[in-house]
T-cell receptor
C-alpha cells in the first residue's frame, strides 16, 4: 500500500499484559515518529527514529514503554505490564525528512489500545 | 506544559459559513505551524502549513493567518461544507537535529457543518 499501515487496529489487553504494536512506514521514509492520543486530546510525541537510530525517546511516559526499528523500516512499540492509563490510540507517522527540513508527516490509522 | 493552546473546543457552522479556529503558542523557537484534519477512526492528515516568515497562506478554501508578535495563528475555512465536519488540530514544531520535526499539537476542535 501507499500509506502508513499499523497493526493491530484494535487491541484489548488485561492489566499487566505486554503488548506490541507494529508500524509499517511509507517505503523510503527516513523518519518515523510514535505519538499517543488520549480520547478527546491531541496526539503527544513519544519517540523518534531516523533510520534505525532512536534519536529521541523523551516522550516515552515510563520505562515500560520501548520502541525499536532494527532495520530502519518497520517499527514496533512495546508496552510492558500495561496499566489502565495506557489506554489510548497509538499513532505512527513517517516522513522523508532528514534533519533540518520540514517534510510532511504521514500518519497511519492508529492502534486503539484498551486496557481492562 | 501545554505549549500550544487551541480554541474553541467545538464549533458548529452552517453550510456556506466561515469556520475559524485559533491557536496560541508559547515557545518562540517554533518555526513551522501545520494544521491537521482528523476523521473518526483515521490518522491526522496535513491540511495546510505555514512558516513564520509570512503572515498568511491560502490553499483553496483554507487560509492560515499568522501573527508572530502575538504568537498566534488561526485557520479559516471559507464556504464550509458538511464534508468538512471533522476534528482539526493545530501543531507546531522546530527543527532540532536530535528530534527531527516532532509535532506539538493543540487540544483539537470538533467542527460540525450543518447542511
Amino acid at each position: 500500500g501507499a500509506g502508513v499501515s499499523q497493526s493491530p487496529r484494535y487491541k484489548v489487553a488485561k492489566r499487566g499484559q505486554d503488548v506490541a504494536l507494529r508500524c509499517d512506514p511509507i517505503s523510503g521514509h527516513v523518519s518515523l515518529f510514535w505519538y499517543q492520543q488520549a480520547l478527546g486530546q491531541g496526539p503527544e510525541f513519544l519517540t523518534y527514529f531516523q533510520n534505525e537510530a532512536q534519536l529521541d525517546k523523551s516522550g516515552l511516559p515510563s520505562d515500560r514503554f520501548f520502541a525499536e526499528r532494527p532495520e530502519g523500516s518497520v517499527s514496533t512499540l512495546k508496552i510492558q505490564r500495561t496499566q489502565q492509563e495506557d489506554s489510548a490510540v497509538y499513532l505512527c507517522a513517517s516522513s522523508l525528512a532528514r534533519v533540518l527540513s520540514y517534510n510532511e508527516q504521514f500518519f497511519g490509522p492508529g492502534t486503539r489500545l484498551t486496557v481492562l | 506544559q501545554q505549549q500550544v493552546k487551541q480554541s474553541p473546543q467545538s464549533l458548529i457552522v452552517q453550510k456556506g459559513g466561515i469556520s475559524i479556529i485559533n491557536c496560541a503558542y508559547e515557545n518562540t523557537a517554533f518555526d513551522y505551524f501545520p494544521w491537521y484534519q482528523q476523521f473518526p477512526g483515521k490518522g491526522p492528515a496535513l491540511l495546510i502549513a505555514i512558516r513564520p516568515d509570512v503572515s498568511e497562506k491560502k490553499e483553496g478554501r483554507f487560509t492560515i493567518s499568522f501573527n508572530k508578535s502575538a504568537k498566534q495563528f488561526s485557520l479559516h475555512i471559507m464556504d464550509s461544507q458538511p464534508g468538512d465536519s471533522a476534528t482539526y488540530f493545530c501543531a507546531a514544531s522546530k527543527n532540532r537535529e536530535t528530534s527531527g520535526s516532532r509535532l506539538t499539537f493543540g487540544e483539537g476542535t470538533q467542527l460540525t457543518v450543518n447542511p
